[in-house]
């Protein structure tokens, strides 16, 4: 077979366990995932009445333009309809971008360590991969302004980025963009925009008719609690979305997607206290690491990565042993960190307890 050369090394996403396999393996009962950053507050009610459907919608296409959703989302969001494009996912949106602009003639700018899916797809496109690193958990957008030359196609800026929560603030990102070439794209994900509570964050959309470079990645997985649907969407001026549409497949978002999507949208109540409890539960986590003098990153996301100063696989298992599911530091680049998705006050304060289990275990142990 006549592979590409650069898929022979490039290792797919691994899967944690799910949550029977771990049931199983180590007899427990009960397991608490906080390792996707997934929403523990499920969806919308108004979600509900998408499950129940007529045998003819399972047989037919969904519609290829989203027109129902789109109608929605421009509403709620005071774009134009034609500014839209949608994922299956919006990882699915950074795969449309990388093949429509990244190539071996190319390169693509992205800080390290950050949502690894930017580099997946680079490698792909067979792109040269510069990667800038985090800076305390944040961008460096001087040092990625600096990697830029003739041959850059993507810049991708995460904010809040994954995994560390760390935002751009309006100002930076303000001068950055300024100074970022208009025949480069800007891919700004705000995969956790909805989870922001900082003063000084952007407005991200306000931006999209200033800088016509610029496009910005949402999705419904996260606070939306619609994870299971894979939704997700860009919002930019409309040549740009013109020229990304013919990459997009033509019945790339399922009609339960499209349906559960439009109705989340409609209830901004739920969204708000979510939000909500969110902050409360980070809270929660900054008091454990203040008291246990653990350092940690400040979070605008749904997740907190806290360094526990030990191998974080060792971390992980002594927590999956106890029944919560977390993700391991040592694939995001940080060894001795778990990141840890906010739960309920409830699945917080267990998590929390066998952290303080763990912790005395290694006291002990020195």
Not at 119 to 145: Q, S, T
Not at 192 to 202: F, I, L, N
Not at 229 to 246: D, S, W
Not at 345 to 360: C, T
Request: proline letters at 4%; one cysteine or more.
């Amino acid at each position: 077979m006549k592979w590409k050369e650069q898929l022979l090394n490039l290792t797919p996403y691994q899967p944690g366990k799910s949550i029977d396999q771990v049931k199983k393996e180590f007899g427990l009962d009960k397991i608490v995932k906080l390792a996707s950053n997934e929403n523990p507050f499920g969806c919308s009610e108004k979600v509900l009445f998408t499950v129940n459907q007529s045998p003819s919608f399972f047989a037919l296409y969904p519609d290829g333009y989203a027109t129902e959703l789109r109608s929605v989302l421009a509403n709620h969001l005071s774009v134009e309809e034609e500014q839209i494009i949608f994922g299956n996912g919006s990882d699915e949106i950074i795969q449309m971008i990388s093949r429509a602009l990244l190539g071996p003639d190319t390169n693509t700018i992205m800080a390290a360590p950050t949502f690894p899916q930017y580099k997946h797809n680079a490698v792909i496109e067979g792109a040269e991969i510069r990667e800038i690193p985090l800076v305390n958990g944040e961008h460096d957008l001087d040092a990625m302004l600096a990697a830029i030359d003739e041959n850059t196609a993507v810049v991708w800026v995460c904010s809040p980025n994954n995994p560390t929560g760390n935002y751009v603030n309006e100002s930076s990102l303000l001068s950055f963009l300024k100074e970022v070439p208009e025949d480069i794209l800007v891919v700004l994900d705000e995969a956790y925009y909805e989870y922001v509570v900082a003063d000084d964050y952007y407005k991200a959309l306000d931006l999209i008719s200033q800088f016509e470079n610029l496009i910005v990645l949402r999705t419904f997985s996260k606070i939306y609690g619609l994870a299971s649907l894979r939704v997700g969407y860009g919002i930019a001026n409309a040549e740009t979305i013109r020229a990304l549409e013919p990459v997009r497949e033509p019945f790339n978002v399922n009609k339960f997607a499209q349906a559960a999507a439009a109705a989340a949208i409609g209830d901004q109540q739920f969204i708000e206290s979510c939000r909500q409890k969110n902050r409360e539960g980070l809270e929660q986590f900054y008091a454990f690491c203040k008291k246990h003098g653990l350092q940690y990153f400040p979070s605008q996301g749904n997740f907190i990565l806290i360094n526990f100063n030990a191998d974080s696989n060792e971390v992980f298992q002594f927590l999956l042993e106890k029944g919560y599911i977390v993700r391991s530091g040592k694939a995001l680049g940080f060894p001795c960190f778990v990141r840890v998705t906010i739960g309920s006050r409830e699945q917080n304060e267990g998590v929390l307890e066998a952290m303080e289990q763990y912790l005395v275990k290694q006291t002990a142990a020195l």
